[in-house]
Structures are given as C-alpha cells and as structure tokens.
C-alpha cells in the first residue's frame, strides 16, 4: 500500500516543475502560463528507507523493493473554480480522489515567471485555493445535509448518521473552517464522514517553493507560511524545485556533494514524504529473504492480519500469525536466525499492532 498525494497550487508556483523532478520524469509540461498541465499527471516514486538497504546487505537479498509513493500532478487552480473558472470542477474532482493535498506555494521573487495576481503573497495564495475547496464542499454538502435530515425524521438509520456527522461538517464550513475539524463521534460517523469525499477533510502539507539560496534556512515568504501552518495545526516543508530538477538524473555521489555544497543534508523528496508519512500517519513494516528485500505501507494501528493483506488478500483471509523481529535486534544480531537464537522472533496474533521497522513473516492458511 502506498498513497495518493495531490499537488496543488495557483499557476506558476512551481507544482508541474516539482513533480517532474520528484519523479524524475518529464511526463507533466513546464511552461511559463497557466493550466500547462490539462490532465493529471500521476507518478509513482519509490520512498527511500536506508533501512532497506541494510536489511538487504545482511539478507544477501537479490531484489529491493520500496514501497510506493504516487504524486499527482493537478492543474492550477484559480479563483471561481468553484464555479466553473479556468479549468474548474474537473480539478476540483481530481483533488477529491487523493489521500492528502501538498499545497505548493510560490514563496520566491522572479520578474521572468509570471504570476497571476501580479504579486508575491503565498497567504494569499493559499487562502485563494482554500476558498475554492470550500465553497466546493460547502455547494455540496448544503444539497446532501437537508436531504439526510428528511429522511432521518422519516427513520432512515443511515440518513441519521449522515445528517448528525455532516451537519457538523456543514457548519464549520459555514463559519469558513475547513472539514478536517469534523469530530465524529463513533465508527459509523467516521465511515459516512469518509465517504463524503470532502477535499477540505483530506490532510495538507503545505510545501515553500523558495530560491535556490533560500533552500536550507528559507525565506520572509516562507516564514509566513510556516506560521500559518502552526496557526492550524497543519505541517509545512521548504524546497527548492529549481534544486530537486538540478537533482534528476544525477549520480548518487554526485547527488550528495551537490547538496552538502548548497547547505543541504538531503533531497526535499525525502523532506516531503516523511511529513506525508506523519501527516496520513502510516508506518512502514519489512519483508525480507534471498530474494528480495521489501518494504511496505501501512497506517498506525494496523493489525497483523491488515498488514499481512497489503501482500496479498489470501494472507489476510488465511492469517494465522507472524513471525515479528524489530529492525534493531535484525540489524544488531546480523539476521534472523541469531535473532531467533537471542529470543528476539516473537509469535504474534491476529492482535498484534504493527510497529514501524517490524521485519515480518506472515503463516497462513487458505
């Protein structure tokens, strides 16, 4: 299991030049104007772990797998897309069908790359963006709220539990509060406040697209933004794109001397997705044999049996234990088998809460 970040942003603040170089493609158009970016362009990256690689030296793994990023690449938005503006509802629907948004703000000076407002202000931005994703949300949930409060006075059980959860939803978007502060009360409110679909419920990271030089400490722009951020709760990151697109395509030698001369100790790649880990608060477990050497995704609290069906259904359906080792006792003992020997491999059932860096062995039965 990997997950799903949608990229957002105004046009020209750098979303289709972060994507290309975050997956080192060129499968979204840079160009200077906006909407160059028509549909969304979707990319998988590998998540680096250095874990991994260790696992895999002592393992003699002749594979290595890492679990799966995607990055999706949405067009700019502008102001009344809500309404139909620019490019509109269509992007509005691509946001709805991600896991989390990472909301690029432009947070450098450039005369050559137009902006279009005509001005810095990445809070301005931001709250423009944000606009749009809630009146989006507000034009649909003022449709489905009174509908479920009729047919809840008529007895419907679940239009109950859809007027009590998104009627909450409703009034904080009333008072220009985005979604995500909806506190459902139960399991069956949190299931129909999922499937709602509202972009402002989804998690945010906002991300400082800032100037080269700005790269390691950031800007007066970005310092803003990373106020805002704290205001609400939400996380933000600093990155270059110029940086990460100088980046695509070089060695890895290379890679780490061009960072340590820009002040720098690792790519804003990797920057993003340990916030994107924290932000949709997922873990990642291990698989390791002659083979391959793999890791996977899951979020916290998953169970053994949830983790064992990331690998495959029939594992979850026929779970019967795991063989559970913690990456330190792994790595310290030098593999399984002195790990088994020290009492370091625990038998673990079907209530077992994954912990993150578990080297596990999944028994099963179908």
């Not at 061009?258 to 949709?280: D, H, P, S, V, W």
């Not at 049996?305 to 559970?324: L, Y």
């Amino acid at each position: 299991m990997g997950f799903r970040c949608g990229i957002v942003g105004l046009p020209n603040v750098g979303k289709s030049t972060l994507f290309n170089a975050l997956t080192e493609t060129q499968a979204a158009q840079a160009a200077n104007y906006p909407f160059c970016t028509i549909e969304p362009n979707v990319g998988q990256v590998g998540v680096p772990d250095p874990r991994l690689d260790k696992l895999a030296a002592i393992a003699g793994s002749a594979k290595i797998i890492p679990t799966q990023l995607s990055f999706v690449d949405i067009a700019g938005l502008v102001r009344g897309a809500s309404k139909g503006e620019g490019l509109g509802n269509q992007f509005l629907g691509n946001i709805r069908e991600v896991d989390a948004i990472i909301h690029v703000l432009r947070c450098f000076e450039n005369d050559d790359i137009q902006h279009v407002d005509n001005k810095i202000d990445p809070i301005a931005d931001a709250e423009t963006v944000e606009t749009e994703l809630l009146l989006s949300d507000l034009e649909s949930l003022e449709k489905r709220v009174p509908a479920a409060q009729k047919k809840a006075t008529q007895g419907d059980k679940e239009a109950k539990i859809a007027a009590s959860v998104l009627g909450q939803a409703l009034d904080l978007l009333r008072e220009g509060k985005p979604a995500r502060l909806t506190k459902p009360k139960d399991e069956d409110e949190e299931r129909v406040f999922l499937q709602a679909q509202l972009i402002t419920a989804k998690p945010v990271l906002y991300v400082c697209n800032v100037e080269e030089e700005a790269a390691s400490e950031g800007n007066a722009f970005s310092a803003r933004v990373f106020e805002k951020a704290a205001a609400e709760g939400a996380s933000a990151v600093i990155v270059s794109a110029a940086i990460e697109s100088e980046l695509t395509g070089m060695e890895m030698d290379d890679r780490l001397v061009f960072l340590e001369e820009m002040g720098l100790q690792e790519a804003g790649l990797a920057r993003i997705i340990r916030a994107g880990y924290e932000l949709l608060e997922l873990l990642t477990f291990f698989t390791v044999g002659p083979k391959e050497a793999r890791a996977w995704t899951v979020h916290k609290g998953a169970k053994a049996p949830e983790a064992a069906g990331t690998i495959h259904s029939d594992m979850q359906r026929g779970f019967i234990r795991a063989e559970t080792i913690a990456f330190d006792d792994f790595v310290s003992l030098n593999g399984e088998a002195a790990a088994k020997e020290a009492g370091k491999l625990r038998q673990e059932g079907k209530e077992y809460v994954i912990h993150d860096g578990d080297v596990l062995h999944f028994k099963f039965n179908v």
